[in-house]
Structures are given as structure tokens and as C-alpha cells.
């Protein structure tokens, strides 16, 4: 059975800082890592995916994540965090051939000015 | 392009009352579609999915059931609400052809009282 793990639960950080979302995972069989992020009384919406090929994937938004096979990790990753990235993450994993979506338990991102 | 629609928005109903929520898909054939519950401060849990009319998959066993009469519409039903069914519901969509990643719609917040 695949698992998730998102390590925080809440991440504070000032405006034009650095952060990292943490994310492990759990399979014994070749999977695909999402992030979704969610707004406030509103639905997840895809933020990056890695299918396969490289391991760094970038979104539109200057977040990236690196996929780790080794250490089975997908960190989430942003140079300088905006007030406007304040959210909930949700880290996601689902086998290459099935239906299911694994979500992790999300992590709340508070961007303070 | 695609859409996805939840209706109610919001939702407040007594301990003991019937519920249906209703979930339809615009722009695409033959989805898999999706209800998850987002209870405060915790992950998305899948509860039903469904790959064709009329094929439901429960994924956890509670007075909760689902319907899908048409390729584009997911019904989600209660004969009796229970208090800890209050939650955040929101269904989601992914291509029939795969699997990789779910389009979520603006959710329904359930209220039982």
C-alpha cells in the first residue's frame, strides 16, 4: 500500500523568504508525485507534477520539486515566498497504472509581511 | 475545455436528514470521477470512485453511498446524516485514459447540526 507523509503540519515564513514543504512517500511500485495546493473554501488545484524524465519539475509560479528515489522524498521548494502563496499543500502520489490518488494531510504555508 | 460542477455550495442539515450532492463534468467522455471529505485540519480521504455508469468503488464503509447515471454525474447520498459526517466535500475528475492528475471542483461545505 502506498502512504504519504507530509512532516508539518503548519509553515510560517516571512515574505521574500525561502521555504521547503516537506514530502516522503511509501511504494513498492513505481509511482507519480504530485503537489496540489488549495485556497481557502475552494478545491485543489495541481500546482506541479513528476511523471518521469528529469527529476526537477517547475510550476508556472516559481515553485519547484525535486523527486528523490533514493530517499523517497518530493520536497516543494520556493526561493521567495509572496503573501499571495498562503495555502494549504498537498502532497499526492498515485502507482503508474491505477485509479487512486494517495493525499497526504496537507501543510499550511502562512506568508506573514 | 473542461469543467467541474458541486451544488450545493454550502449545506446545513439536521442529525437524521437524507443528503445528496451532486457532481457534473463538462468537456470530457468517460471520466473517472472521484468524492473525497476534508475534515478541519486533516488530509483529503477518498470515499467513492467510480471508472463508468452505473461501477462504484467504497472506499471506506459508512452510512454514506454513491450513484453514477450518468457518464458525467457523481451523486453523492446519505438515508441519515451523522454528526461526524460535516466535512468538506469535494469531487474530482481525471481522464479516463489516465490516471495522472485529478481536476477538483469548488467543493460543498456539509454542516450537520
Known amino acids: 500500500a502506498q502512504s504519504v507523509t507530509q512532516l508539518d503540519s503548519q509553515v510560517p515564513v516571512f515574505e521574500e523568504a525561502p521555504v521547503e514543504l516537506r514530502c516522503n512517500y511509501s511504494?513498492?511500485?513505481?509511482?507519480?508525485l504530485f503537489w496540489y495546493v488549495q485556497y481557502p473554501n475552494q478545491g485543489l488545484q495541481l500546482l506541479l507534477k513528476?511523471?518521469?524524465?528529469?527529476?526537477l519539475v517547475e510550476s508556472i509560479n516559481g515553485f519547484e520539486a525535486e523527486f528523490n528515489k533514493s530517499q523517497t522524498s518530493f520536497h516543494l521548494r520556493k526561493p521567495s515566498v509572496h503573501i499571495s502563496d498562503t495555502a494549504e499543500y498537498f502532497c499526492a502520489v498515485s502507482d503508474t497504472g491505477g485509479f487512486k490518488t494517495i493525499f497526504g494531510a496537507g501543510t499550511r504555508l502562512f506568508v506573514k509581511a | 475545455s473542461q469543467t467541474i460542477h458541486q451544488w450545493p455550495a454550502t449545506l446545513v442539515q439536521p442529525v437524521g436528514s437524507p443528503l445528496s450532492l451532486e457532481c457534473t463534468v463538462e468537456g470530457t467522455s468517460n471520466p473517472n470521477l472521484y468524492w473525497y471529505r476534508q475534515a478541519a485540519g486533516r488530509g483529503l480521504q477518498l470515499l467513492f470512485y467510480s471508472v463508468g455508469i452505473g461501477q462504484i468503488s467504497s472506499e471506506v464503509p459508512q452510512n454514506l453511498s454513491a450513484s453514477r447515471p450518468q457518464d458525467r454525474q457523481f451523486i453523492l447520498s446519505s438515508k441519515k446524516l451523522l454528526l461526524s459526517d460535516s466535512g468538506f466535500y469535494l469531487c474530482a475528475w481525471t481522464s479516463g485514459r489516465s490516471s495522472y492528475e485529478q481536476y477538483f471542483g469548488p467543493g460543498t461545505r456539509l454542516t450537520v447540526t
Open positions: 513528476y511523471l518521469s524524465g528529469s527529476t
Open positions: 511504494s513498492s511500485v513505481s509511482v507519480y
